[in-house]
Every structure is written in C-alpha cells, then in structure tokens.
C-alpha cells in the first residue's frame, strides 16, 4: 500500500488547477453508459479511483469506456447485462447509481446492497422509495436488490429523510424519471452543485429537468436519451480543501478554476476564521495574513456547510487560537480522524455529534492513518502544517477523490512524496 511522507512547515504560494468534481462525474458517466443510446464524450473528468472502478462496472454491465487526459468516451451500444455484483458494489457505494437507470432503461437492475462505511450506516431507503413510486418492484434478496419495472410512470417523490436531503436519492430518481412515461416532481431534493451538474448533462442528453439547483425537480420524461458532449464542473471540495491547505500553512494560493457560487458556505466560515478570499472571474486568490480565531460550524445539506469539508475546517480550526465546536449533522460515524490529529498533537474531544475543538499553537508529525477520503486529506493538510516529518498510510482512500495530490501539492511548496507499495 502507498503512503505519503511529508515534511510540514513550508507555506504554500502559487497556482493550482481545480479538476473536474469527482461526485459528479460518478453519476454523470453512469447516465452516459446506461441512459445513452449514443456514445457520449465527458471532459474535464479527474483521473481518480472511483472513476476507474467505476468504469469497471459499467463494462461490466456491457458498455465500453477509453479514458484519456481527462476525456472520458462512453459507447452504451452494448448495453446487455443488469447486474452489479458484491465484489464491485463494496469497492466504491456509488455503483449504487446503476439501479435507476438499468430500470428506465431496460426494466430490470440485479444490484448488490452496498454495506456501511467508515463514516456510517449509509442505508439506501431513500432510493428504493422513490424507485417504488415510480413503479418499480423492489425485493432484497441474498444481499442483493432485485427490481423490475415495465415503463416507469411520472409521480410526485418526497425524498427526505432523518438526516435530510439524499444526494445519491436524488440522482437515481432523477435518473430513472428521466425516461418515465409523465412527470415526477422530487420535493426536498438534494441541490448540490454535482447534482446540478448531472441535471444539466441529462438535458444535454435530451432530458427535459425544471428546476435545476432547487429543492423541487420536475422532471417530463421522454422516450429515449442521446449521448452527448459535456464538461464536467469544477470540483467545489477540492477548492475548498486547499483554501484550507492555504489557511493552515500560512500560504498564499490562487486556485484556478474555484466557482464562488459553490463554496459559499466554506468561504463564510473561512473568513470568519480570519482567511481572506479574493474572487476574481477564474478563481480565487487565497491570503492569510490576518490573525485567525476560533468559529462554530455545523454540517448541512446545500448550501449549508458541507460534510465533505468537515475533516479539513477540523484540521484547520485544530491550530486556531480558541474554542471551536463542530456538529455533524449528516453523516453518524465521521469524526475518525479526529484520533489521529489528536496523535498529532490537537486538542480534540468529540461528545456524540460534536466535536469541541481546543486550538494549540502547532502540530508535531507523527506516523498516522486514513480511514477514508477526508478523514485521510486532512492528514495530509495537518502534516503540510505541523513541525517535522508525518507519515499517512492507506492513502488509496485519498486517490479516491483528488486527483494528482502530491504533484499539485509540490508545484506550489510542499514536501510531500509517495512511497509506493510500502
Ligand atoms: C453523497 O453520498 C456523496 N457521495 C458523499 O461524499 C457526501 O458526503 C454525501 O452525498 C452528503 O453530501 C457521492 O456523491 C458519491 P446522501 P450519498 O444520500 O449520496 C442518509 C465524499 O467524501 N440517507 O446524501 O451516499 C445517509 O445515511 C463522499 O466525497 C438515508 O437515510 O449521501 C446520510 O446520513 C462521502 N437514506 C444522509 O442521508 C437513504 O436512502 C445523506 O446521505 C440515503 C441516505
């Protein structure tokens, strides 16, 4: 397994490219193999893990997919199988969009039940009911979800649930109404900006969506989807997280390509920490020549504060003068890496779904672990900042979700390395 070694202490200055958003392109390329009759061309798609394993199953399903620089080519002509087995399923939760689509598309999904998480239960109800209204038979059976529809037909969906809006809900019903007989209306629909993204693509296949961005999606199903040329959108985490790689080493980063509109809540709390942000038409210009101070902050669906951004606003808030508390409120199980800044030094003590945090002057590098693709970035943010050397292994969850880190990472300062096969 890789690890990376990092030396901390060196601010970051320069430019760094954002990619292409890692959880739009997941359900944008299944609608591209399955929904598609023609072949679609994505650009702009991060060359990460979970877009490899995810083209496995999509080849699986019969599909063929080249990707190259960043340009991903999908022909569903040979669309034939409905089934995604448990040795796919398990590697990476969002072979869970398979299901919406195989049903539109050919009326049968064989799909197996995606287990829990290092971040929680992650139960999938929310999908299975909103399939149901559209018409479908649903059966768990042998760890598998078996479905079957004749067409779908138009209905109107509520699809919150305890811990809110459901982003992968929302884009497997969104998927599969797409090619139903009328209209569905999703009400308390997730509007993050992938899934905009994925709306946008879907009328770029052909779909008619109204209300993209908003919690109310109508969607007037049509009988059959083209392929299509799309660019995917910029990636808002990977924005967010390396202002907060700026703000933690001190550094001064333009980050090409960052779209104001869909970071506001991380902007907000990142200044009220004391980071100053300068918008320009490309990007941002992150500088952090003011003196930061404690804040609280809890996660919520968007446009409230990302869960996805909590791990790093922890790592951040870990060296900030001050007492900060941060409440999870979307995911059960997502404080693992508090342990391991804490290995490194922070002062952190979690109480059910929060997290107070006690901001110490510097963090010291230590050998430390991650358990999953945020949990393990600010790891790598906490050693970019801290005196001396850290060591993080099992970063095949970071390679889930950025894209060339350490190259981007060494081009504006940072002394980091990969040690492969460790
Ligand atoms: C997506 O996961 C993202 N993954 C996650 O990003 C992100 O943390 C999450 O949305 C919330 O923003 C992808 O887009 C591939 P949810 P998803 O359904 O769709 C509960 C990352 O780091 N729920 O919006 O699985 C669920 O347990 C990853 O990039 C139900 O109760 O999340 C959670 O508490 C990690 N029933 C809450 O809703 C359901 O049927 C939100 O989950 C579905 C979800």
């Not at 989807?225 to 080493?249: C, K, P, Q, R």
């Not at 941002?284 to 968007?302: C, E, H, K, L, M």
């Not at 001396?388 to 350490?406: A, C, K, N």
């Amino acid at each position: 397994m890789d690890k990376f070694i990092i030396t901390g202490g060196a601010p970051l200055q320069g430019v760094i490219d954002i990619s292409g958003s890692k959880n739009a392109t997941l359900p944008i390329i299944v609608a591209a193999a399955i929904l598609g009759q023609t072949q679609s061309i994505i650009t702009n798609v991060p060359n990460l893990a979970d877009v490899r394993t995810l083209q496995v199953v999509l080849r699986h399903l019969g599909s063929t997919t080249n990707f190259q620089n960043g340009i991903l080519t999908i022909d569903p002509i040979d669309l034939s199988s409905y089934e995604a087995p448990y040795d796919l399923v398990r590697r990476m939760r969002a072979s869970i969009y398979v299901l919406g689509p195989l049903l539109a598309r050919i009326g049968r999904a064989k799909v197996s039940f995606p287990g829990g998480c290092a971040i929680g239960p992650r139960p999938i109800d929310l999908h299975l009911e909103g399939l149901e209204a559209l018409g479908a038979d649903v059966e768990i059976e042998g760890g598998y979800i078996n479905a079957q529809s004749n067409r779908l037909r138009g209905t109107e969906i509520y699809l919150r649930g305890v811990f809110g809006p459901s982003v992968g809900a929302t884009a497997n019903v969104m998927m599969a109404a797409t090619l139903a007989k009328g209209t569905t209306t999703i009400q308390a629909a997730a509007c993050e900006p992938h899934i905009a993204d994925l709306a946008y693509f879907l009328n770029r296949m052909g779909a008619n969506i109204e209300g993209i961005g908003t919690t109310e999606l109508k969607i007037h199903g049509v009988a059959s989807l083209n392929g299509a040329h799309y660019s995917v959108v910029s990636d808002d985490i990977e924005a967010s997280t390396f202002m907060v790689a700026a703000a933690m080493t001190r550094g001064d980063l333009f980050l090409r390509g960052a779209v104001e509109d869909h970071v506001h809540a991380a902007a907000k709390k990142l200044r009220e920490i004391g980071v100053t942000l300068l918008w320009q038409d490309d990007g941002v210009r992150v500088t952090t020549n003011q003196p930061f101070g404690s804040t609280d902050i809890r996660t919520d669906a968007y446009p409230g504060f990302p869960t996805d951004m909590q791990a790093q606003i922890m790592g951040l808030l870990s060296i900030t003068p001050g007492i900060s508390v941060i409440t999870e409120t979307i995911h059960q199980d997502r404080f693992m890496h508090v342990a391991e800044l804490n290995r490194m030094g922070a002062n952190i003590r979690v109480d059910g779904n929060s997290a107070m945090i006690h901001g110490v002057e510097r963090l010291s590098g230590a050998p430390v672990m991650a358990s999953d693709l945020r949990a393990g970035v600010v790891l790598v943010l906490a050693g970019l900042a801290a005196e001396g050397e850290t060591t993080v292994s099992r970063i095949y969850h970071i390679d889930r979700g950025y894209e060339y880190l350490e190259d981007k990472l060494s081009a504006v300062g940072a002394e980091i390395r990969r040690i492969e096969n460790d």
